[in-house]
């Protein structure tokens, strides 16, 4: 793996020489990071018990069990006889494919926007369709060796960051923007994310008229690889991520015909939650807090008042005494 990283990192130097423009070296210690992950196997069973307890109320995703086992000899000796798996087209399962990509994206949007532990290689080959019978079906999550965990003001940022997208409030979006880091690129993240420009007319999830595609052309041919290089520059970590996982869900989405609407609808609910929950529980902590200063006084009184009327038990007993 050194010796990938260090192709790699020679050939990005030399191309940066030859166009200094070029400035994806971020993205080059992202790649390390997550290869570095992918192969630390005691992780990706924790990431995988993780995921299992994150979606143990769900009854459509399954995540493989892990067997933790020290004694290596057990293994030696154990008779652990292959199961013979039949792999389908979807195509040929008695499942409503447009079931499986919403049930996908859901999956997903709940990672991202609600518990903000996110599964970084979704690709195909990672998420089996296990039929279950009358049109029934699970999702079975593979490979768990490379996860994100979001920096929790990101994620509450993004489900704000799509709650404007889907409103299109163009305010907020931009104020997004400057929290993200990005400035004057966050005009595309509408574009980027929702198919639409951030003054479109059109409704969300349609096709934008042909104006506006002669508009973002347009735009889009005034970019130069500095304005793309330093898009990615200023980008958080995290979000370098969640494009990645999002241009593979997209792909997958497309591949299995579901409508557009199904990821931002998805996304947009889970956005929805994810940002209500966060005020939910922040009130809910407020509420505790004022509850907990006020025992806290009142506590505090109650010894005060017990100390007072033992220093005058003990005073009338010594002069008693006396």
Request: glycine content about 6%; aromatic content about 10%.
């Amino acid at each position: 793996m050194k010796l990938d990283i260090m192709t790699m990192s020679l050939l990005s130097k030399y191309v940066s020489l030859i166009f200094p423009d070029y400035r994806f070296e971020k993205i080059l210690l992202e790649f390390e990071r997550t290869m570095s992950m992918e192969l630390d196997f005691t992780q990706e069973a924790k990431n995988s018990e993780r995921t299992a307890s994150c979606f143990r109320k769900n009854d459509v995703v399954k995540v493989p069990h892990v067997f933790w086992v020290d004694d290596l000899d057990f293994l030696r000796k154990a008779d652990i006889s292959p199961t013979k798996v039949v792999l389908r087209p979807i195509a040929k399962m008695n499942v409503f494919i447009v079931q499986v990509a919403k049930a996908l994206i859901e999956l997903f949007g709940e990672m991202i926007f609600i518990h903000g532990f996110v599964h970084g290689d979704p690709h195909p080959g990672n998420i089996l369709v296990s039929p279950r019978g009358q049109g029934r079906f699970s999702l079975v999550l593979l490979d768990h060796g490379i996860y994100k965990e979001l920096d929790p003001k990101f994620r509450l940022d993004y489900c704000k960051l799509w709650k404007a997208l889907i409103s299109l409030d163009v305010q907020k979006i931009l104020e997004l923007g400057e929290q993200f880091g990005v400035g004057k690129y966050a005009k595309y993240f509408p574009l980027i994310f929702t198919g639409r420009t951030i003054d479109s007319k059109s409704a969300l999830g349609t096709q934008i008229s042909g104006e506006e595609k002669t508009r973002i052309k347009q735009d889009l041919n005034s970019l130069g690889m500095d304005d793309i290089s330093s898009f990615m520059e200023s980008l958080p970590p995290d979000f370098l991520v969640i494009l990645r996982t999002d241009g593979l869900l997209r792909s997958i989405l497309g591949n299995l015909g579901a409508p557009r609407h199904v990821r931002l609808l998805a996304y947009a609910k889970c956005a929805i939650y994810g940002h209500e929950e966060q005020s939910r529980l922040g009130s809910e902590l407020a509420r505790l807090l004022v509850q907990f200063n006020d025992y806290k006084h009142k506590a505090k009184d109650k010894l005060s008042w017990m100390l007072q009327k033992i220093s005058r038990e003990v005073l009338g007993w010594y002069k008693a005494l006396m």
